[in-house]
């Protein structure tokens, strides 16, 4: 599936920069942040802040770019279907 990008500040209190990931019909299905580099857990990654339909749940994963944020929303979209 083909996600479409929009980056946005999140007001987090720390790492605002993010990302709007839209999936089919251009419904909002994911709000990414990004890791500062100070982050203690996961510096410099990108978070799963929030997700919508079947990237709802209690696990918010990191990952190391957005490349792996995308296979990952791809994945979890397809099996949701």
């Given at each position: 599936?083909?996600?479409t990008l929009q980056p946005v500040r999140v007001a987090t209190?720390?790492?605002?920069?993010?990302m709007l990931v839209?999936?089919?019909?251009?419904?909002l299905?994911?709000?990414?942040?990004?890791l500062s580099e100070r982050n203690e857990i996961?510096?410099?990654q990108w978070y799963l802040?929030?997700?919508?339909?079947?990237l709802e749940g209690p696990s918010h994963p990191t990952?190391?770019?957005l490349e792996a944020a995308q296979?990952?929303?791809n994945q979890r979209l397809a099996k949701g279907r």
């Open positions: 599936m083909s996600l209190g720390s790492d605002e920069e993010g839209f999936g089919k019909g251009q419904r299905v994911a709000v990414l942040t990004h996961a510096p410099g802040e929030a997700g919508f339909g079947p990952f190391v770019d296979a990952w929303i």
